[in-house]
């Protein structure tokens, strides 16, 4: 779904918004659609981004910011920034080289890279293109199957290949009303990296995902490997408690980037509710409208531990390919450690909830 498209400057784009303009070019309108689109009246999706416009950084000044430190760890990992590759399904429509390219960057970026179960690409070739580039931390996000051995022989594979975590998606039991891909009755592969058996693939299909799933099965997917699991898709304090209460090491607060369910809040805007309800006993992250360095800077302040990039990369990646990817991941570290200057911290260790305010509010 990839047109023929003149070669693009990547050194003339300035900020990760750049690229979706010149994505919209290159793909065919279905495949750009389905990963531009939300659900309903698309309106998380809008707000996603708009909300980090809500807050506001309180900066120190007279500190000394020369050296400036926006390395951190997920997991106990290390990564050169505080920023992952969301998980995104079906990468070939963005680019050919679809998740191996995206992997081989962030490996070279030092950040985290975390693969979808409805890859492209199979999770051991990813996983092989990664280590290529210098290797990396790297996570596999699960879609539970009604078929359980299928979910638990997608966790052994990860496992042997490398992958440091779970990510376990929690947030769709049913796929959310996307109207943009029903009015160009677009067309989902008939093939899946993970799945290549035309019996497995009548088997995802059909399968994906199981409804039937509660909390009582964490512990049964925690059994399968010993991996840390991390809980995909928290929106409300009682779920973030919840999700430690049952073994969880990380949470994603997420709105599934506005694809589920419609006027669900901005992911940023129940951050600091998750945070507090967690109360450290796991790791906090978040995805959804992350546009820019500064909106990194924000989730930190609020408690999260990191911040996860989707759309923007894919973006990216089919403008550039894997150096696409690898020049938006440079943009938004550069952003970042601008804006750390900026703000008067020289680690991100440093960042918090003194240095942010809701607009609408008179104090921190």
């Known amino acids: 779904m990839v047109s023929q498209p003149q070669e693009v400057d990547l050194a ?6 750049d690229f979706e303009a010149l994505a ?11 990963i531009a689109g939300g659900a309903g009246d698309e309106r998380t999706l809008v707000d996603n ?3 980090f416009a809500r807050y506001r950084l309180r900066p120190n000044v007279l500190r000394d910011v020369s050296m400036i430190d926006a390395a951190t760890s997920f997991l106990g990992q290390p990564v050169s920034l505080p920023v992952g590759t969301a998980p995104m399904a079906y990468q070939h429509f963005a680019h050919p080289e679809a998740e191996a390219a995206t992997s081989r960057a962030a490996a070279r970026s030092g950040v985290l890279f975390c693969l979808s179960t409805m890859s492209s690409r199979p999770l051991e070739e990813v996983a092989a293109a990664a280590d290529e580039a210098g290797g990396g931390p790297r996570w596999f996000q699960l879609y539970v199957h009604r078929d359980r051995s299928l979910s638990a022989d997608l966790v052994a594979r990860a496992q042997t290949a ?5 990510a376990l998606t929690v947030d769709l039991p ?8 029903e009015h160009n009755r677009f067309a989902y592969p008939q093939q899946f990296g993970n799945f290549v058996r035309p019996e497995q693939v009548a088997a995802v299909v059909g399968g994906f995902n199981d409804a039937s799933l509660s909390w009582d099965d964490l512990a049964w997917l925690r059994g399968l490997s010993g991996l840390p699991l991390v809980v995909k898709g928290i929106l409300t304090g009682e779920d973030g408690a919840l999700a430690v209460e049952h073994g969880a090491s990380g949470i994603v607060v997420s709105n599934h980037g506005g694809r589920q369910l419609d ?6 805007d129940v951050l600091a509710e998750v945070v507090d309800a967690v109360d450290g006993r796991a790791e906090v992250y978040l995805d959804g409208g992350v546009c820019r360095g500064v909106d990194v800077l924000t989730a930190l302040a609020l408690g999260a531990r990191g911040v996860f990039v989707g759309r923007p990369l894919a973006y990216a990646l089919a403008v550039g390919g894997e150096a696409g990817v690898a020049r938006a991941l440079e943009l938004m570290g550069a952003e970042l450690r601008t804006d750390m200057a900026l703000l008067g911290v020289t680690r991100v260790e440093d960042i ?3 240095h942010v305010r809701h607009a609408g509010r008179a104090g921190p």
């Open 263 to 268: 006027r669900t809040p901005a992911s940023v």
């Open 352 to 354: 918090g909830r003194d």
């Open 24 to 34: 919209a070019e290159r793909l065919e309108r279905s495949a750009f659609d389905y």
């Open 174 to 181: 049913v796929a959310g009303l996307r109207e943009r891909d």
């Open 162 to 166: 490398g992958y440091s975590a779970i």
């Open 49 to 51: 981004v708009r909300a």
């Open 12 to 17: 003339r784009i300035r900020n990760l918004r």
